[in-house]
């Protein structure tokens, strides 16, 4: 080893093992419940010793120190490694291979959180990566991104350039992706991996999403289960192409490779430019899935969505119920109907701007930030007045990032525009992209938010929208040697035009949406309060969909409205949007009077369950995908209070029914059972509705809440007494 390492000098952290326990020549990474430890060789070459569940006995770490095992923690492309590599570039000179070697190592831990820098560097070329470790040691999970820089005299193309990768040595590994379409949004589904490479990746650009999610599920020696076995949850943090890289060799090791897509994307790096990738991010666990989830939960509040700890406001927007079709005093009925509902917010969708080339469809008028004269006379002015007469905050939608090619903008900007300039242009939803690798796309982007604050600070809550994927990839900004870096450079323009938000309005709540959940991913997430989950609101689809979304999202996060997509009862609708942030997305207008009272008290029931639901804990109790009945429940922290939803989408004649048997709930505590969500005058028909349970009996036997009438639903709250 040329430098030896002494990582017990530089630890700093005060966690179970001392510094001292750490070994020379080892690196521990580690949350209360995991280690990472890296190894640095003889060869100086850093490798990974061990990933699973924490190792209790401090001398055992020195085994590792003697033994040689392992693969490279960061390999590189053009040695004796055959697989896919975390790293390939192509150095000025025309040399392909990098040999990267350890120079340094950080380690510090505040509040419980643990960050560990890892220089490595290369002999031959001026050329360094640095691997970074954030652990999150009270919510078990681990970031990891890097850095890449040279000194080199000509750029260096960077042809694969990985955030983080992981290496499993089991006997079979087990794979869940969320895939999809447009409001057909992550449909799970678990496959073996073989010998080979399964690549989950996306080619879109901007709306990054729409096939597949920038996340997974990996069951390790067996497919997931919801309280048993070993199981990581994974997700990149990143607005943009995504690729996770799953590749098992000849020995049946198993290498994770997650980052940005570098297809399309050779990243020419200058020299003293720092390459920095965007966060993977993941957590790991020997009781499967559900406490996994529940620590991603946990830290995503406290570290990651804005205001993650803050509350959410109940809304109704205007979208379904109006479309595109509305003026001003249509507007004004609909706030007072959401006056009349009790929600915080009325959310005023799309169609409210363009005067040239009015927004009364999505063909035109995206770029044109101004209210459309003829349908709202007033202006944003008038509504955010009405809004407030009517005891209600205004919400309003944006898509900032877009152009028609029917607007002023676009005429006015046409080189603020992706596109080939020597192509006929295609559109997606009638649309094409803003180039944010631009400094001056990035100001006008940032200026609509700005502009429309500045002129209307009774504005409380954005939707931000992107509807259409990167078409005609060429940026009139960028040079012609540098067009391969447009992928990277536009999601960095947006973070920019974000972190200037940020900056300005820290506060702002803001929901990011995408065409539905196009847009999925927690880098994103740092800037936004909640995301749209799908277009799709059909509550049975909704059923699965926000299953899915909970394995690496909370409710809180997760917007759900009630629509008239699904033709089911409003109880059922309700029932499923109250699993998520609760909006409502109807014409109120159309309720009957009972249906009214029920909306009024559901929202009323929600905001006294917000703790639990929002903030509290998720149990997935039964899975939409095993049958026609699902459950999950949340419990609060202190496992006093509870709430259950129980539904049943097209169960067949005569079928068997299993009770629900609860979770998470305190054994010795007693629970009293009262059904909510009851149709005014309607009776419940529980048998344990008013009775009190111990939690040990709701766990073990648990209660009858499934029933063979169709599209029907029991929302259950359980108090401690
Ligand atoms: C996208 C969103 C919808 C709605 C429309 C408006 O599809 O997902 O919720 O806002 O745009 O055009």
Known sequence: MKKLLNACALVLCAGSLSAADVPAGLIRIGTDKTDLILRVGDDSRVRQAYLGPKLVNAADLEHFSKSSGGTEAYVTHGMEDYFEPAIRVLHADGNPSLLLTYKDFTQEENDSV???????????????????????????????????????????????????????????????????????????????????????????????????????????????????????????????????????????????????????????????????????????????????????????????????????????????????????????????????LGVDMFLLDDGWFGNKYPRSSDHAGLGDWEETKAKLPGGIGALTAAAKKEGVKFGLWIEPEMVNPKSELYEKHKDWVIHLPNREEYHYRNQMVLDLSNPAVQDYVFGVVDKLLTAYPEIAYFKWDCN??????????????????????????????????????????????????????????????????????????????????????????????VTSWGKQSLKFRTDVAMMGKLGFDIRVDELSPAEKQFARQAVANYNRLKPVILDGELYRLVSPYSGEHSSVMFTDRAKANAVVFAFNRNPRFSEQLRNVRLQGLDPQKMYTVAEINLMPGAKSGLAANGRSYSGDYLMKVGLPLFSGAHLTSTVVELSAR
């Open 114 to 340: 643990q960050t560990t820098g890892i220089v490595l560097q290369d002999e031959k070329y001026p050329f360094e990566v640095r691997l970074f470790y954030k652990a999150y040691k009270r919510e078990n999970v681990i970031k990891m991104w890097t850095e890449i820089e040279h000194g080199e005299k000509k750029p260096v193309t960077l042809y694969n350039y990985a955030s983080s990768m992981l290496h499993f040595g089991r006997d079979s590994y087990w794979m869940t992706e969320f895939s999809g379409d447009w409001a057909h949004e992550v449909n799970m589904e678990e496959q073996k991996l073989t010998f080979g490479k399964k690549v989950v990746d996306t080619k879109l650009g901007s709306r990054a999403n729409l096939h597949v999610s920038p996340f997974f599920l990996l069951g390790l020696d067996a497919p997931v289960a919801e309280n048993t076995g070993n199981a990581v949850i994974g997700t990149l943090g990143w607005t943009g192409n995504f690729r996770f890289t799953f590749e098992v060799d000849n020995a049946n090791n198993l290498r994770l490779i997650s980052g940005i897509n570098p297809s399309g994307s050779e990243y020419l790096l200058p020299k003293g430019e720092v390459f920095r990738t965007p966060e993977f991010i993941f957590t790991y666990s020997t009781e499967g899935t559900g406490p996994a989830s529940r620590d991603f939960h946990d830290w995503a509040r406290k570290y990651q969505i804005k205001d993650g700890m803050g509350d959410r406001m109940t809304l109704l927007n205007n979208w379904e119920a109006t479309y595109f079709d509305f003026d001003q005093a249509k507007l004004e009925k609909i706030i007072a109907d959401a006056a009349d």
């Open 468 to 561: 259409s994927p990167i078409t005609n990839i060429y940026s009139p900004y960028l040079g012609a040697d540098k067009q391969s870096n447009l992928y990277v450079e536009h999601v960095r323009g947006l973070y920019k035009v974000l972190d200037r938000i940020a900056a300005k309005y820290p506060t702002l709540p803001m929901m990011l949406c995408s065409g539905g959940g196009g847009r999925t991913d927690y880098e994103g997430l740092k800037y936004f309060t909640e995301f749209w989950a799908s277009d799709n609101t059909d509550p049975v689809e909704r059923i699965f969909i926000q299953w899915g979304y909970s394995y690496l999202f909370p409710a809180k996060a997760t917007a759900a409205h």
